[in-house]
Protein backbone atom coordinates (compact mmCIF):
# COMPACT_ATOMS: atom_id res chain seq x y z
CA UNK A 1 0.00 0.00 0.00
CA UNK A 2 1.41 3.45 -1.31
CA UNK A 3 0.94 6.46 1.38
CA UNK A 4 1.04 10.22 0.06
CA UNK A 5 2.38 12.63 2.69
CA UNK A 6 2.05 16.38 2.34
CA UNK A 7 4.90 17.30 4.80
CA UNK A 8 7.73 17.62 2.55
CA UNK A 9 5.01 20.62 0.58
CA UNK A 10 4.56 22.31 4.31
CA UNK A 11 7.95 22.43 4.61
CA UNK A 12 8.37 24.41 0.96
CA UNK A 13 5.51 26.43 1.93
CA UNK A 14 7.19 27.15 5.34
CA UNK A 15 10.41 28.12 3.55
CA UNK A 16 8.45 30.14 0.93
CA UNK A 17 7.01 32.14 3.69
CA UNK A 18 9.95 32.99 5.56
CA UNK A 19 11.79 34.24 2.46
CA UNK A 20 8.30 36.19 1.88
CA UNK A 21 9.00 38.04 5.10
CA UNK A 22 12.38 38.65 4.43
CA UNK A 23 11.12 40.51 1.21
CA UNK A 24 8.05 42.47 2.86
CA UNK A 25 10.29 43.80 5.46
CA UNK A 26 11.73 46.16 2.94
CA UNK A 27 15.30 46.18 4.34
CA UNK A 28 17.38 46.33 1.08
CA UNK A 29 15.43 48.91 -1.71
CA UNK A 30 17.21 46.73 -4.67
CA UNK A 31 14.35 47.48 -6.76
CA UNK A 32 13.44 47.20 -10.60
CA UNK A 33 10.79 48.30 -12.32
CA UNK A 34 8.23 47.09 -14.90
CA UNK A 35 6.71 49.29 -17.35
CA UNK A 36 3.93 49.38 -19.84
CA UNK A 37 3.38 51.14 -23.27
CA UNK A 38 1.06 53.90 -23.31
CA UNK A 39 -1.12 52.13 -25.56
CA UNK A 40 -4.62 50.87 -23.65
CA UNK A 41 -6.04 48.75 -24.50
CA UNK A 42 -3.22 46.16 -25.76
CA UNK A 43 -3.73 45.19 -29.45
CA UNK A 44 -5.01 41.82 -30.76
CA UNK A 45 -2.44 38.91 -30.19
CA UNK A 46 -1.14 36.95 -32.85
CA UNK A 47 0.30 34.06 -30.74
CA UNK A 48 -0.78 30.66 -31.72
CA UNK A 49 -3.27 28.11 -30.20
CA UNK A 50 -0.09 26.17 -28.03
CA UNK A 51 1.11 25.64 -24.96
CA UNK A 52 2.53 29.45 -24.89
CA UNK A 53 -0.59 31.51 -24.78
CA UNK A 54 -1.28 30.25 -21.52
CA UNK A 55 1.48 31.95 -20.41
CA UNK A 56 0.84 34.72 -22.06
CA UNK A 57 -2.42 35.10 -20.59
CA UNK A 58 -0.64 35.41 -16.89
CA UNK A 59 0.78 38.44 -17.67
CA UNK A 60 -1.09 41.77 -15.45
CA UNK A 61 -3.86 43.35 -16.46
CA UNK A 62 -3.50 47.10 -15.21
CA UNK A 63 -3.76 50.00 -16.56
CA UNK A 64 -0.14 51.72 -17.99
CA UNK A 65 1.95 53.54 -15.79
CA UNK A 66 4.33 56.42 -16.49
CA UNK A 67 7.74 55.70 -18.22
CA UNK A 68 11.25 55.24 -16.90
CA UNK A 69 13.47 58.18 -18.80
CA UNK A 70 15.89 55.61 -18.94
CA UNK A 71 18.09 56.26 -22.74
CA UNK A 72 18.58 52.87 -24.07
CA UNK A 73 21.52 54.49 -25.98
CA UNK A 74 23.10 55.14 -22.33
CA UNK A 75 23.48 51.22 -21.89
CA UNK A 76 26.56 51.36 -24.84
CA UNK A 77 28.79 52.68 -22.68
CA UNK A 78 28.56 49.95 -20.60
CA UNK A 79 29.91 46.91 -22.32
CA UNK A 80 32.93 46.91 -24.86
CA UNK A 81 31.65 43.71 -26.45
CA UNK A 82 31.77 44.15 -30.07
CA UNK A 83 30.18 40.86 -30.73
CA UNK A 84 26.95 42.68 -29.65
CA UNK A 85 27.07 44.80 -32.87
CA UNK A 86 26.42 41.88 -35.19
CA UNK A 87 23.64 40.44 -33.99
CA UNK A 88 20.20 39.83 -36.47
CA UNK A 89 17.68 42.56 -35.16
CA UNK A 90 17.81 45.55 -32.29
CA UNK A 91 16.49 43.25 -30.16
CA UNK A 92 19.30 41.10 -29.32
CA UNK A 93 21.73 43.76 -29.67
CA UNK A 94 20.44 46.06 -26.85
CA UNK A 95 19.24 42.55 -24.72
CA UNK A 96 23.32 41.25 -25.38
CA UNK A 97 24.55 44.93 -24.46
CA UNK A 98 22.71 44.71 -21.27
CA UNK A 99 23.33 41.31 -20.26
CA UNK A 100 27.05 42.23 -21.18
CA UNK A 101 27.12 45.10 -18.85
CA UNK A 102 24.46 43.39 -15.98
CA UNK A 103 27.88 40.09 -15.89
CA UNK A 104 29.81 42.32 -13.99
CA UNK A 105 27.51 42.01 -10.85
CA UNK A 106 28.62 38.24 -11.15
CA UNK A 107 32.38 38.75 -12.08
CA UNK A 108 33.49 42.15 -10.98
CA UNK A 109 35.44 41.71 -7.92
CA UNK A 110 37.01 45.10 -6.25
CA UNK A 111 39.60 42.77 -4.68
CA UNK A 112 40.24 38.85 -4.27
CA UNK A 113 39.71 39.11 -0.15
CA UNK A 114 37.10 37.37 1.91
CA UNK A 115 36.41 39.38 5.38
CA UNK A 116 35.52 36.61 8.19
CA UNK A 117 34.57 38.57 11.53
CA UNK A 118 33.70 36.49 14.48
CA UNK A 119 31.04 37.64 16.36
CA UNK A 120 31.63 36.49 19.23
CA UNK A 121 34.59 36.95 22.55
CA UNK A 122 35.82 33.72 22.27
CA UNK A 123 36.28 32.87 18.24
CA UNK A 124 33.43 30.29 18.55
CA UNK A 125 32.20 30.57 15.16
CA UNK A 126 35.27 31.21 13.63
CA UNK A 127 36.49 28.06 15.02
CA UNK A 128 33.47 26.31 13.57
CA UNK A 129 33.18 27.14 10.36
CA UNK A 130 35.82 29.14 8.86
CA UNK A 131 37.73 25.80 8.23
CA UNK A 132 34.86 25.39 5.69
CA UNK A 133 34.23 28.94 4.01
CA UNK A 134 38.21 28.80 3.57
CA UNK A 135 38.17 26.04 1.37
CA UNK A 136 35.72 26.84 -0.22
CA UNK A 137 36.57 30.33 -1.24
CA UNK A 138 39.79 29.48 -1.91
CA UNK A 139 38.51 27.03 -5.03
CA UNK A 140 37.35 30.49 -6.44
CA UNK A 141 40.86 32.05 -5.69
CA UNK A 142 39.51 33.84 -3.14
CA UNK A 143 41.68 34.50 0.15
CA UNK A 144 39.81 34.58 3.47
CA UNK A 145 41.41 36.89 6.23
CA UNK A 146 39.65 36.81 9.67
CA UNK A 147 39.46 40.30 11.27
CA UNK A 148 38.36 41.52 14.87
CA UNK A 149 34.72 41.52 15.39
CA UNK A 150 35.24 45.52 17.09
CA UNK A 151 37.06 46.41 13.60
CA UNK A 152 35.33 49.16 10.88
CA UNK A 153 34.98 47.30 8.19
CA UNK A 154 36.24 49.23 5.16
CA UNK A 155 34.16 47.68 1.89
CA UNK A 156 37.27 49.02 -0.33
CA UNK A 157 39.38 46.43 0.99
CA UNK A 158 36.92 43.20 -0.12
CA UNK A 159 34.48 41.83 -2.11
CA UNK A 160 32.86 39.83 0.55
CA UNK A 161 32.23 40.17 4.03
CA UNK A 162 31.07 37.06 6.25
CA UNK A 163 29.68 38.07 9.48
CA UNK A 164 29.45 34.73 11.61
CA UNK A 165 27.19 35.52 15.03
CA UNK A 166 23.53 35.41 15.20
CA UNK A 167 23.88 37.79 18.65
CA UNK A 168 25.37 40.85 17.94
CA UNK A 169 25.51 40.98 13.70
CA UNK A 170 23.37 44.52 13.84
CA UNK A 171 26.03 46.26 15.93
CA UNK A 172 29.45 44.82 14.72
CA UNK A 173 28.72 43.93 11.24
CA UNK A 174 27.94 46.10 8.38
CA UNK A 175 25.10 48.92 9.61
CA UNK A 176 22.21 50.05 7.40
CA UNK A 177 24.01 53.42 6.59
CA UNK A 178 27.05 51.37 4.55
CA UNK A 179 24.59 49.76 2.80
CA UNK A 180 25.04 52.48 0.28
CA UNK A 181 28.62 51.82 -0.20
CA UNK A 182 27.81 48.26 -1.69
CA UNK A 183 29.39 47.83 -5.31
CA UNK A 184 28.08 45.46 -7.95
CA UNK A 185 30.56 42.89 -6.58
CA UNK A 186 30.64 43.26 -3.28
CA UNK A 187 28.55 40.12 -0.93
CA UNK A 188 27.38 40.24 2.47
CA UNK A 189 26.34 37.33 4.53
CA UNK A 190 23.89 38.83 6.49
CA UNK A 191 21.01 41.80 6.31
CA UNK A 192 20.73 44.53 9.42
CA UNK A 193 17.32 43.42 11.91
CA UNK A 194 17.18 39.83 10.86
CA UNK A 195 17.06 38.81 14.49
CA UNK A 196 14.25 40.85 15.44
CA UNK A 197 12.33 39.53 12.53
CA UNK A 198 12.70 36.16 12.00
CA UNK A 199 15.31 34.43 14.19
CA UNK A 200 14.25 35.03 17.74
CA UNK A 201 11.66 32.50 18.15
CA UNK A 202 9.24 35.11 20.04
CA UNK A 203 10.40 37.58 17.09
CA UNK A 204 9.41 34.96 14.59
CA UNK A 205 5.90 34.23 16.31
CA UNK A 206 5.26 37.61 15.97
CA UNK A 207 6.12 38.04 12.30
CA UNK A 208 4.20 34.80 11.29
CA UNK A 209 1.38 36.16 13.13
CA UNK A 210 0.96 39.51 12.15
CA UNK A 211 2.24 38.60 8.20
CA UNK A 212 -0.94 35.57 8.01
CA UNK A 213 -3.70 37.64 10.15
CA UNK A 214 -6.52 37.34 7.32
CA UNK A 215 -4.99 34.85 5.15
CA UNK A 216 -7.16 32.38 4.69
CA UNK A 217 -5.63 28.37 4.85
CA UNK A 218 -2.65 29.70 6.90
CA UNK A 219 -3.20 27.45 9.45
CA UNK A 220 -2.45 24.37 6.57
CA UNK A 221 1.34 25.27 7.02
CA UNK A 222 2.02 26.69 10.85
CA UNK A 223 0.60 26.16 14.20
CA UNK A 224 -0.61 28.97 16.43
CA UNK A 225 2.20 30.56 18.82
CA UNK A 226 1.44 32.50 21.82
CA UNK A 227 4.99 34.83 23.34
CA UNK A 228 4.57 34.96 27.22
CA UNK A 229 4.40 36.96 29.53
CA UNK A 230 2.72 38.98 26.65
CA UNK A 231 0.18 37.06 25.81
CA UNK A 232 -0.51 34.88 28.92
CA UNK A 233 -4.39 35.92 28.61
CA UNK A 234 -4.53 34.59 25.13
CA UNK A 235 -3.06 31.61 25.74
CA UNK A 236 -5.24 31.27 28.87
CA UNK A 237 -8.31 31.50 27.09
CA UNK A 238 -6.96 28.55 24.09
CA UNK A 239 -5.65 26.24 27.22
CA UNK A 240 -9.53 26.29 29.07
CA UNK A 241 -11.36 25.37 25.24
CA UNK A 242 -8.98 22.65 25.20
CA UNK A 243 -8.00 21.12 28.64
CA UNK A 244 -7.03 17.81 27.14
CA UNK A 245 -3.88 19.54 24.79
CA UNK A 246 -0.26 19.35 25.64
CA UNK A 247 1.77 22.63 24.73
CA UNK A 248 5.16 22.65 23.94
CA UNK A 249 7.51 25.46 25.61
CA UNK A 250 10.95 27.30 24.59
CA UNK A 251 12.58 30.03 25.72
CA UNK A 252 12.78 32.64 23.22
CA UNK A 253 16.67 33.38 23.60
CA UNK A 254 17.86 30.04 23.76
CA UNK A 255 19.04 27.39 21.35
CA UNK A 256 20.29 23.90 20.87
CA UNK A 257 17.45 22.09 23.16
CA UNK A 258 17.94 24.60 26.45
CA UNK A 259 14.99 24.69 28.64
CA UNK A 260 12.27 23.35 26.29
CA UNK A 261 9.25 21.49 27.95
CA UNK A 262 5.95 20.31 27.50
CA UNK A 263 2.92 21.10 29.42
CA UNK A 264 -1.28 21.15 30.10
CA UNK A 265 -1.90 23.95 31.76
CA UNK A 266 -0.45 27.62 32.51
CA UNK A 267 0.10 26.98 36.14
CA UNK A 268 3.06 24.51 35.28
CA UNK A 269 4.87 27.53 33.21
CA UNK A 270 7.47 29.07 35.85
CA UNK A 271 7.83 32.34 34.05
CA UNK A 272 9.57 33.24 37.84
CA UNK A 273 13.03 33.90 35.70
CA UNK A 274 11.99 36.64 33.72
CA UNK A 275 12.45 34.89 30.28
CA UNK A 276 10.26 35.11 27.30
CA UNK A 277 8.86 31.86 26.23
CA UNK A 278 7.26 31.15 22.86
CA UNK A 279 4.28 28.28 23.38
CA UNK A 280 3.12 25.87 20.90
CA UNK A 281 0.33 22.88 20.21
CA UNK A 282 2.28 19.71 21.20
CA UNK A 283 1.96 17.28 18.00
CA UNK A 284 1.30 14.83 19.94
CA UNK A 285 0.96 12.08 16.82
CA UNK A 286 3.96 12.77 14.93
CA UNK A 287 5.35 10.83 11.76
CA UNK A 288 8.15 8.95 12.55
CA UNK A 289 11.06 7.25 11.14
CA UNK A 290 12.00 4.02 12.25
CA UNK A 291 10.05 4.91 15.49
CA UNK A 292 11.62 7.96 15.92
CA UNK A 293 11.00 11.64 15.81
CA UNK A 294 12.48 13.61 12.94
CA UNK A 295 13.32 17.01 11.75
CA UNK A 296 14.91 19.36 8.49
CA UNK A 297 17.97 21.45 8.93
CA UNK A 298 17.07 23.07 5.46
CA UNK A 299 19.38 25.16 3.68
CA UNK A 300 18.06 28.59 2.18
CA UNK A 301 20.01 30.93 -0.42
CA UNK A 302 18.59 34.52 -1.17
CA UNK A 303 20.18 35.92 -3.81
CA UNK A 304 18.28 39.02 -4.01
CA UNK A 305 15.57 40.00 -1.31
CA UNK A 306 13.60 42.99 -3.63
CA UNK A 307 12.63 41.13 -6.00
CA UNK A 308 12.67 38.07 -4.52
CA UNK A 309 14.69 35.20 -5.43
CA UNK A 310 15.42 32.10 -3.39
CA UNK A 311 16.62 28.55 -3.63
CA UNK A 312 17.00 25.92 -1.07
CA UNK A 313 19.48 23.07 -1.30
CA UNK A 314 18.33 19.64 -2.75
CA UNK A 315 20.32 17.53 0.13
CA UNK A 316 19.74 18.51 4.04
CA UNK A 317 20.17 16.99 7.61
CA UNK A 318 17.60 14.65 8.59
CA UNK A 319 18.25 15.17 12.47
CA UNK A 320 16.73 12.32 14.70
CA UNK A 321 15.68 12.18 18.11
CA UNK A 322 17.95 9.85 20.17
CA UNK A 323 15.76 7.39 21.52
CA UNK A 324 12.32 6.01 20.43
CA UNK A 325 8.82 7.62 20.81
CA UNK A 326 5.89 7.15 22.63
CA UNK A 327 2.85 7.82 21.37
CA UNK A 328 1.40 7.21 25.20
CA UNK A 329 3.87 9.18 27.55
CA UNK A 330 2.35 12.17 29.13
CA UNK A 331 4.10 15.61 28.18
CA UNK A 332 6.35 14.35 25.63
CA UNK A 333 8.08 11.55 27.52
CA UNK A 334 11.96 12.12 27.96
CA UNK A 335 13.99 14.69 26.27
CA UNK A 336 15.77 11.84 24.01
CA UNK A 337 12.45 11.21 22.74
CA UNK A 338 10.54 14.38 22.16
CA UNK A 339 13.40 16.62 20.89
CA UNK A 340 15.44 16.33 17.79
CA UNK A 341 18.72 18.70 18.39
CA UNK A 342 21.71 16.65 17.81
CA UNK A 343 23.03 18.95 20.71
CA UNK A 344 20.52 16.85 23.29
CA UNK A 345 20.72 13.37 21.20
CA UNK A 346 24.72 13.51 21.34
CA UNK A 347 24.37 13.15 25.23
CA UNK A 348 22.86 9.75 24.76
CA UNK A 349 24.27 8.38 21.36
CA UNK A 350 26.89 9.35 18.94
CA UNK A 351 26.19 11.79 16.24
CA UNK A 352 26.31 9.07 13.27
CA UNK A 353 23.21 7.99 14.73
CA UNK A 354 21.46 10.97 14.72
CA UNK A 355 21.75 12.33 11.19
CA UNK A 356 20.84 10.96 7.52
CA UNK A 357 20.81 12.93 4.77
CA UNK A 358 17.89 13.45 2.79
CA UNK A 359 18.75 11.13 -0.43
CA UNK A 360 18.94 8.16 2.33
CA UNK A 361 15.40 9.48 3.57
CA UNK A 362 13.68 8.94 0.47
CA UNK A 363 15.23 5.66 -0.06
CA UNK A 364 13.88 4.81 3.05
CA UNK A 365 10.11 5.81 1.84
CA UNK A 366 10.89 4.00 -1.42
CA UNK A 367 11.31 0.84 0.20
CA UNK A 368 8.36 1.59 2.51
CA UNK A 369 5.78 2.38 -0.52
CA UNK A 370 5.56 6.24 0.51
CA UNK A 371 5.76 8.67 -1.44
CA UNK A 372 7.68 12.27 -0.67
CA UNK A 373 8.72 14.62 -2.88
CA UNK A 374 12.33 15.98 -2.24
CA UNK A 375 12.50 19.12 -0.86
CA UNK A 376 15.23 21.12 0.54
CA UNK A 377 19.52 31.32 10.48
CA UNK A 378 23.34 31.45 10.25
CA UNK A 379 23.55 27.83 8.83
CA UNK A 380 26.21 25.69 11.02
CA UNK A 381 29.06 24.85 8.36
CA UNK A 382 30.64 22.71 10.93
CA UNK A 383 31.72 19.42 9.59
CA UNK A 384 31.92 17.30 12.51
CA UNK A 385 30.59 17.51 15.99
CA UNK A 386 33.76 18.42 17.70
CA UNK A 387 35.57 21.74 17.47
CA UNK A 388 39.11 21.22 16.28
CA UNK A 389 38.66 17.57 14.93
CA UNK A 390 39.38 16.97 11.27
CA UNK A 391 36.22 16.28 9.27
CA UNK A 392 34.91 13.05 8.62
CA UNK A 393 34.53 12.38 4.67
CA UNK A 394 31.45 10.41 4.64
CA UNK A 395 29.73 11.74 7.04
CA UNK A 396 26.06 13.13 6.21
CA UNK A 397 27.56 16.70 8.01
CA UNK A 398 30.70 16.91 5.63
CA UNK A 399 28.54 15.90 2.25
CA UNK A 400 26.15 18.08 2.21
CA UNK A 401 27.61 21.32 3.58
CA UNK A 402 30.86 21.07 1.10
CA UNK A 403 28.08 20.27 -1.55
CA UNK A 404 25.81 23.34 -0.06
CA UNK A 405 29.33 25.76 -0.48
CA UNK A 406 30.44 24.84 -3.99
CA UNK A 407 27.07 25.28 -5.27
CA UNK A 408 26.11 28.14 -3.79
CA UNK A 409 29.84 29.97 -4.99
CA UNK A 410 28.46 29.14 -8.46
CA UNK A 411 25.50 30.61 -8.19
CA UNK A 412 26.83 33.66 -6.94
CA UNK A 413 29.87 33.94 -9.26
CA UNK A 414 29.50 31.85 -12.12
CA UNK A 415 28.40 33.44 -15.82
CA UNK A 416 26.56 32.11 -18.37
CA UNK A 417 24.48 33.90 -21.67
CA UNK A 418 21.09 33.94 -21.86
CA UNK A 419 20.59 36.42 -23.95
CA UNK A 420 18.98 34.35 -27.40
CA UNK A 421 17.04 32.56 -24.64
CA UNK A 422 15.26 35.62 -23.55
CA UNK A 423 14.88 37.49 -26.96
CA UNK A 424 13.11 34.17 -27.91
CA UNK A 425 10.90 34.62 -24.84
CA UNK A 426 10.20 38.10 -25.40
CA UNK A 427 9.00 37.56 -29.22
CA UNK A 428 6.88 34.74 -27.93
CA UNK A 429 4.79 36.42 -24.97
CA UNK A 430 5.27 39.78 -27.18
CA UNK A 431 7.30 42.01 -24.68
CA UNK A 432 9.03 45.30 -25.85
CA UNK A 433 10.91 46.93 -24.26
CA UNK A 434 11.20 51.36 -24.19
CA UNK A 435 10.41 53.83 -23.80
CA UNK A 436 11.85 54.03 -28.00
CA UNK A 437 11.65 52.04 -31.18
CA UNK A 438 11.75 48.77 -29.28
CA UNK A 439 8.28 49.04 -27.35
CA UNK A 440 5.56 49.26 -30.60
CA UNK A 441 1.82 49.35 -30.27
CA UNK A 442 1.25 47.44 -32.89
CA UNK A 443 3.32 44.56 -32.47
CA UNK A 444 3.93 44.36 -28.44
CA UNK A 445 1.11 43.65 -25.39
CA UNK A 446 3.69 45.17 -22.84
CA UNK A 447 6.77 46.80 -22.47
CA UNK A 448 9.43 46.56 -19.76
CA UNK A 449 12.67 48.90 -19.13
CA UNK A 450 16.09 47.97 -18.48
CA UNK A 451 15.81 47.65 -15.44
CA UNK A 452 13.43 45.01 -15.30
CA UNK A 453 15.36 43.50 -18.10
CA UNK A 454 18.55 43.30 -16.00
CA UNK A 455 16.69 41.86 -12.74
CA UNK A 456 15.26 39.02 -16.00
CA UNK A 457 18.83 38.28 -17.15
CA UNK A 458 19.77 37.47 -13.17
CA UNK A 459 17.09 35.21 -12.66
CA UNK A 460 17.37 33.38 -15.85
CA UNK A 461 20.92 33.45 -15.00
CA UNK A 462 21.47 32.35 -11.99
CA UNK A 463 18.29 29.45 -12.46
CA UNK A 464 20.77 28.13 -15.41
CA UNK A 465 23.68 27.94 -12.85
CA UNK A 466 21.75 26.81 -9.76
CA UNK A 467 23.18 23.30 -10.08
CA UNK A 468 21.97 21.47 -6.84
CA UNK A 469 19.90 24.34 -5.35
CA UNK A 470 16.46 24.22 -6.62
CA UNK A 471 14.74 27.27 -7.24
CA UNK A 472 11.55 27.92 -5.53
CA UNK A 473 11.38 31.69 -6.15
CA UNK A 474 10.42 33.02 -8.96
CA UNK A 475 8.82 29.66 -10.07
CA UNK A 476 7.23 27.54 -13.30
CA UNK A 477 4.10 27.79 -11.22
CA UNK A 478 4.42 31.18 -9.69
CA UNK A 479 0.64 31.44 -9.45
CA UNK A 480 0.12 29.17 -6.73
CA UNK A 481 1.82 32.07 -4.63
CA UNK A 482 0.06 34.92 -5.79
CA UNK A 483 -2.55 35.16 -3.17
CA UNK A 484 -0.13 35.04 -0.72
CA UNK A 485 1.92 37.41 -2.11
CA UNK A 486 -0.79 39.68 -2.90
CA UNK A 487 -1.93 39.36 1.14
CA UNK A 488 1.53 40.33 2.52
CA UNK A 489 1.61 43.14 -0.25
CA UNK A 490 -1.33 44.89 1.36
CA UNK A 491 0.08 44.01 4.36
CA UNK A 492 2.99 45.97 4.02
CA UNK A 493 1.10 48.80 1.83
CA UNK A 494 -1.41 49.19 5.06
CA UNK A 495 2.17 49.38 7.37
CA UNK A 496 4.35 51.45 4.67
CA UNK A 497 2.72 53.04 2.35
CA UNK A 498 4.67 51.86 -0.52
CA UNK A 499 1.81 51.08 -2.81
CA UNK A 500 3.73 51.87 -5.96
CA UNK A 501 7.10 49.53 -5.25
CA UNK A 502 4.52 46.51 -4.08
CA UNK A 503 2.77 46.82 -7.68
CA UNK A 504 5.86 46.90 -9.80
CA UNK A 505 7.15 44.14 -7.80
CA UNK A 506 3.44 42.52 -8.45
CA UNK A 507 4.07 42.78 -12.20
CA UNK A 508 7.29 41.56 -12.23
CA UNK A 509 5.84 38.51 -10.47
CA UNK A 510 3.60 37.93 -13.38
CA UNK A 511 6.18 38.02 -15.97
CA UNK A 512 8.79 36.16 -14.58
CA UNK A 513 5.94 33.25 -14.23
CA UNK A 514 5.13 33.51 -17.84
CA UNK A 515 8.62 33.17 -18.78
CA UNK A 516 9.59 30.26 -16.66
CA UNK A 517 6.13 28.55 -18.04
CA UNK A 518 7.83 29.01 -21.21
CA UNK A 519 10.05 26.28 -20.99
CA UNK A 520 12.94 27.22 -23.30
Given at each position: ???????????????????????????????I????????????S???E???????????????T???????E????????????Y??????K???Q????S?????????????A?????LR???Q?????????????S????????KS?????????L??????????Y?????SY??LT???????????????????????T?????H??R??????????V????KG?????????D?????V?PSF?????????V????????????????????K??????????D?????????????????Y??G????A????N??????G???Q???????????????????????????F?K????G????????????????V???????????????L???L????????I???????L???????G???????????Y???????????SS??????????????????????????????????RK?????????????H???T???????
Amino acid sequence: MRYTIKWMEIVKRILFLISLLLAASNLLNFVITIQQCTFWPPTSSNVPENKFEKAARLLPSTPPTSHDDTKLEAFQKYTKDSSCQYKDSPLEKLVCQVEASSSLFYTYKPHPLVLAKDLSLLRYYAQRDLHSWTLAYSNISFELTETSFKSTTRLSEASVLLCLGIIAQDKYCLKPSSYKLLTQGHRISQVHGMRDILWRKDAFCYTLRESLHGYRGWNNFTFPCWVLPHDKGLLLEEMEKNDKKEYIVKPSFRGEGHGIYVVRSMTEIDLSSGEDYVVQPFLKKPFLVRGRKFDFRTYVLVTSISPLRLYFYKEGLVRFASTKYNHNATKGGKEQQFLTNTSVGKKFTSLANLTWTYDRLMKYFEKRGINGDKVNGLPSMQLSHEMGVLPNPSSPYTITKYGLLHHMLRILYGNVSIASTLVKGLEILKIGIGPGPLCNEKIHLYCTDIKTLTGVISSMRERLLSGDFIRLYPARDGERYSRLIKHLHSLVDRKMKNSNNHRTLWQLHHLLTALDKLEI
